[in-house]
């Protein structure tokens, strides 16, 4: 059973008993000693290790040690000498990754709008709910999580160069990394399987580095993007005069790929008598090109992949055998992004610094947990556009759910069944689908959902009449619903437009 017990600086704390995985360490600063108490123990009731703190000028000093000790952070804002705002410049100030939630009695816009223009996480409404609390806390202790992986994965350099790195720390990932360990030092020809847009080319180019052919050329064709008429031409080259058109001679892509690596993309789709040439050209290592009257030849590693099921197109009759076996010496399988979504975030945020300039955008909690939900059938390459359009639209340095691509926002919606159109309404339904409630006797699941979509709504809310600067117009516009909805739902979270002004 839990046990609280006091620290020698005064400090309470609650200790949970040992669990299977490590408890959320949560700081509370509160300068009401009962209030603070309460809230330990509706956090320490859902298995986190509870710290709380009733002296401010204490607690200012304690956030310099924070990230070493703490998660999460719950500040209330109305303290004497030092307010929780405060407090939050000054943890904010000191660069630290772990998340701060803001408690407030003062229900009013402008004290929301502070708490979130400082940096707050989220801000919660006192008397506070045990089920509403516990949630956002874990929300919170996950984004944590998520900011100290992606810290540590940039300062090792992790994210740093796509070209060096296959970005990606999940098991799925490890068993590709060390296959290429293996295989790039090998001669072995490979063939890459893998669905459209899972970094085939990425892999074949890890290979190449990997091997001794590193410091020779490596060299891709698409085999599905060449007219069957010009295929010949690319891959052996031509004299000039061959065929109409063949203006100069052209070396072909095994005389540019010579001592190196060659990487034929989409095999499957290569024409039969082509695929006849080509196995003669591998087995023997010479090549004829096109109106040539001699052969040359070449030395060269071929890495071939594909995105359809080659050994059932043999059987079809599409695909020759002895070039399949040729080809398939070894197998390497790349996984679809939907069966390594723990590296998404990871790849969200190389994009972010790929493609954001020199000052990357934030990805906003919400806008994570509806990426998490997608199914990505277009994989990292469909990633990437996504983190592209984000961008495109973000506004004050932070992609919202609204700056994802209407496909990924309405999956997410039709996935937790929520009702309704508009930002307004997927945003909704994203907070509602995160809340994961602690189980209250008597809380049914239409009350725990109606609960979530309240909390979020009036926080969205806050966020767009703070972009709009006050203006209801715009700030409708923005959500998408009309001006007669929108004051509506001001009114009824008891907004005042004008203290955004």
Known sequence: ?????????????????????PAIRVLVVDDEPDVGRLTMRMIAADGAAVEVENDPQRALKRLDDADRHWDVIVLDVGMPGISGVDLLHHHRSLGHLSTVLMLTGDRTAGTAAACLRAGAFNYLTKPVEAAELTAMVRAAARYTTLRRQLTRAEQEGFLADSDRFLVGRSAAMGRVQAAIDRLGKAEVSVLIQGESGTGKE???RALHRAGPRRAHPFVALNCGAIPEGLIDSELFGHQKGAFTGATQTRPGVFVEADSGT?????????????QARLLRALQDGEIRAVGGSGVRGVDVRVIAATHVDLQAAVEAGRFRQDLFYRLNVVTLALPPLRDRLDDLPLLVAHFLRKHGGATPPNLAPTALETMAAYTWPGNIRELENAVLHAIALAHSGVLDIDTLPPRVREHFASAVGGGGTG????????????????????????????????????RYLTKVLERAKGSVSEAARIAGLDRTNFRRLVQRHGLDPTKFK
């Open 1 to 21: 059973m839990d046990q609280p017990a006091t620290s020698d600086a005064g400090a309470e704390r609650v200790t949970p008993a040992p669990h299977a995985e």
């Open 262 to 274: 060659l990487f034929l993309d989409e095999i499957g789709e290569m024409p039969l008598p082509v």
């Open 423 to 458: 930002v307004l309404a997927t945003a909704t339904t994203a907070a509602t689908a995160a809340y994961d409630p602690v189980i209250e006797d008597g809380i049914t699941l239409t009350e725990a959902k109606r609960r979530a979509a309240h909390e979020f709504e009036k």
């Open 202 to 204: 990425l892999v074949a």
